[in-house]
């Protein structure tokens, strides 16, 4: 009998090991035979079991070389890429579009990957993911909470967040240290008009000074305040993502960065 796959520390690995767990993420993500499925770091397959064998196509992106053999013997019409899904090509991956995304995520590339996810969501009909808790509540937060920040606003212009349910560290092999989320996100198919440059500027200056007053933040950015429904004198952290929009988009010409 072969060994079950170890956790790997590099890798960031925390398998999930709950059965009422993995069968409520099947339940939510509900896969249907006209389906296309891509699963990032299935890791020994334990959320794949639940979802395998409903879908026309279902794709995998595993960086654990040794998590790939067992897979491919477990599910046979998997289709496993062997690497990192940040260099992965998406583009070529996600062809046709229409695709859905669903993975526990290793907490360290959450972000980045989100990231780079905004660039791609034409292609992609939902995602549910795995995240640590902190993180969820940050991509799904209200304006003026401490969660509030340029991940949770660029999040929520791109897409619509749900949090479903949250997960206990004991529902994991090794236990991680905190708590677990899973989370709904759906993108737009209509999105405000803004220079996506431009308004990533934005933010970065607004929240690396989100006690600030958001006309000092902004003060080289050149914003015509008079073209803006937004007070010079407000925070960061209490303005809505429309807010943002609209500073983005009232930044003069000449001062574009």
Not at 119 to 147: C, N, T, V
């Amino acid at each position: 009998m072969s060994r079950a796959p170890r956790p790997r520390k590099r890798f960031g690995q925390h398998f999930l090991v709950d059965e009422g767990v993995l069968q409520r993420i099947a339940d939510v993500v509900r896969p249907t035979p006209e389906d296309r499925l891509l699963e990032i770091g299935p890791g020994p397959g334990a959320l794949t079991s639940y979802l395998y064998g409903n879908t026309e196509r279902y794709v995998a992106v595993e960086l654990d070389r040794d998590m790939i053999a067992p897979l491919e013997v477990r599910f046979p019409d998997l289709e496993l890429v062997s690497d990192d899904i940040l260099r992965v090509d998406l583009d070529g991956l996600l062809t046709p579009p229409g695709w859905r995304l669903v993975g526990n995520l290793p907490y360290n590339i959450s972000s980045p990957l989100l990231l780079k996810l905004f660039r791609h969501l034409p292609r992609i009909r939902d995602m549910h993911f795995m995240f640590q808790r902190e993180l969820g509540d940050r991509i799904g937060a209200a304006p003026g909470s401490k969660s509030w920040g340029r991940l949770g606003v660029l999040t929520q212009y791109y897409c619509e967040v749900e949090s479903l349910f949250d997960v206990p560290p004991e529902a994991f092999s090794p236990p991680p240290r905190v708590h677990s989320q899973v989370v709904r996100i759906v993108p737009r198919r209509t999105l405000s008009d803004v220079d996506t440059a431009r308004f990533g500027r934005v933010l970065q200056l607004a929240f690396s000074a989100r006690r600030k007053r958001i006309a000092k933040g902004l003060k080289d950015l050149g914003v015509d305040w008079n073209r803006v429904p937004v007070d010079p004198d407000a925070r960061p952290d209490v303005l809505s993502v429309e807010d943002f929009v609209a500073l983005a988009n009232a930044v003069t010409e000449d001062d574009r960065k």
